[in-house]
């Protein structure tokens, strides 16, 4: 299996539970079960901020990866794949 660096596990993983959380909520909004539906608009809108802050994070990493590669001439990847 291929080893991924920590910056996709951890934007996967952002992703992930940022829908977990907006599933259950919508779940829970539909059946009536929500007594605290500020506090779920606040942890879903977190959890989607925290998943953007880290799309823009990781295009950026990337980004300066590429351009750092074509101007010194520093290979994009290491042996590993990473």
């Known amino acids: ?3 991924h660096q920590f910056s996709k596990v951890w934007l996967v993983s952002c992703i992930v539970i940022s ?3 907006t599933a259950a909520s919508y779940v829970l909004s539909a059946f009536d079960k929500n007594p605290v539906s500020e506090l ?6 977190t959890m989607w901020g925290t998943s953007g802050v880290s799309f823009i994070g990781y ?3 990337n980004s300066v990866r590429a351009f ?3 101007k ?3 290979p994009k990847e290491d042996n590993n794949g990473n």
Not at 40 to 45: G, L, M, P, Q
């Open 19 to 21: 829908v977990i959380f």
């Open 40 to 45: 779920s608009v606040a942890v879903v809108e």
């Open 59 to 61: 295009v950026l990493q």
């Open 72 to 74: 010194f001439g520093i």
């Open 1 to 3: 299996m291929k080893k």
């Open 68 to 70: 750092t590669a074509s």
